[in-house]
């Protein structure tokens, strides 16, 4: 069965640090990969996604991720982090490369910017 | 910019009530999901709606949820006979087309909570 595996619950890091997110899916076919972003009292926005094509995809506000099919992985990273990037970030596959019509996340990484 | 909206932000219920959760998508969407996490939990696919049917539902949809879109604005969320273990962040989204080829818009959620 498909599945998403986020690591790390909470991660912290300084203004203008590198941030970044660890994802890790399970597919045995192809995936379809997005990243969600929740700010405070607000719903899921997308990132960014990638189905097919180029790798290394990127989103609003200076995210990018890339797809490596050798390490099961589609980590997300911004070189430069603002205060404003505080938020819960959550990774998510769509099983079958695509055939069904929903969304399997993982559990979310809150990730907080210190000044 | 297009949103969808949910109603109530916040319902408390008591055990066994009936409760209707309620969402408007983005006008001109044509697929409409329900999603729900439970506190510290992943978030999870419930059911997907399109062309007044369901498409697609998971193995939490059982006989005590159901969908309706009664007037072409709204989709609603109706669980029957609640249980503690209802008690959760139910997110309502709509997609112009299939998630591979668009992006899906998330409410900001109904907290639920049953007791």
């Known amino acids: 069965a498909q599945s998403v595996t986020q690591l790390g619950s909470h991660v912290s890091v300084s203004e203008g640090a590198l941030v970044l997110l660890r994802c890790n899916y399970s597919?045995?076919?192809?995936?379809?990969l997005f990243w969600y972003v929740q700010y405070p009292n607000q719903g899921l926005q997308l990132l960014l996604k990638?189905?097919?094509?180029?790798?290394l995809v990127k989103g609003i506000n200076g995210f990018e991720a890339e797809f490596k099919k050798s390490e099961t992985s589609f980590h997300l990273t911004k070189p430069s982090a603002h205060m404003s990037d505080a938020a819960e970030y959550f990774c998510?596959?769509?099983?079958?490369?695509?055939?069904?019509?929903?969304?399997?996340f993982g559990t979310g990484t809150l990730l907080a910017v210190q000044p | 910019e297009p949103e969808v909206t949910q109603t109530p932000s916040h319902q408390v219920t008591q055990m066994g009530q009936e409760v209707i959760l309620r969402c408007v998508p983005i006008?001109?969407?044509?697929?409409f999901y329900w999603y729900r996490q439970i506190l510290g939990q992943k978030v999870e696919f419930l059911v997907s709606?399109?062309?007044?049917?369901?498409?697609?539902k998971s193995e939490i949809f059982d006989d005590q949820f159901s969908v309706e879109r009664p007037d072409g604005s709204n989709f609603t969320l109706k669980i029957r006979s609640t249980k503690l273990e209802d008690s959760a962040m139910y997110f309502c989204?709509?997609?112009?087309?299939?998630?591979?080829?668009?992006?899906?818009?998330f409410g900001q959620g109904t907290r639920l909570t049953v007791v």
């Open positions: 989204a709509s997609s112009e087309a299939r998630i591979m080829n668009t992006e899906a818009f």
């Open positions: 597919s045995s076919v192809p995936p379809y």
């Open positions: 990638y189905t097919t094509g180029a790798t």
């Open positions: 998510a596959v769509s099983p079958y490369g695509g055939a069904t019509n929903k969304l399997i």
């Open positions: 006008s001109n969407h044509l697929y």
């Open positions: 709606f399109y062309n007044n049917e369901i498409s697609e």
